[in-house]
């Protein structure tokens, strides 16, 4: 198990940025696939984006070319950097960890994939 914790959420018009940070506890991060996922008001909980123990990365199609994942595996870290951001992408972002030892490639984008989520952080777009 990991502990997730988010942070970098906030108000921020549109056409703005943010960052969102969430640390993992533990000493097996590099083991794990991260993912970002994000879930609005009344609806179902989405993917973002994740990205694999060295550095792969996949995006849902709303996000790519505004949103980009890194990780810091010396810090126990992974980044969302939100650029461009639309009315529409305001949500309670949620950080999720998936321990694997299979391919080096997993970017699991399916909530039934991640077994371990921090406690989410608001992002609000203002028009």
């Known amino acids: 198990q990991v502990q997730l914790v988010e942070s970098g959420g906030g108000l921020v018009q549109a056409g703005g940025s943010l960052r969102l940070s969430c640390a993992a506890s533990?000493?097996?991060?590099?083991?794990?696939?991260m993912g970002w996922f994000r879930q609005a008001p009344g609806k179902e909980r989405e993917f973002v984006a994740s990205i694999s123990w060295n550095g792969n990365t996949y995006y849902a199609d709303p996000v790519k070319g505004r949103f980009s994942i890194s990780r810091d595996n010396a810090k126990n870290t992974v980044y969302l950097q939100m650029n461009s951001l639309k009315p529409e992408d305001t949500a309670v972002y949620y950080c999720?960890?998936?321990?694997?030892?299979?391919?080096?490639?997993?970017?699991?984008?399916?909530?039934?994939?991640?077994?371990?989520w921090g406690q989410g952080t608001q992002v609000t777009v203002s028009s």
């Open positions: 533990g000493r097996t991060f590099g083991s794990y696939a």
């Open positions: 999720a960890a998936r321990y694997y030892t299979g391919s080096r490639t997993y970017t699991p984008s399916h909530v039934h994939e991640y077994d371990n």
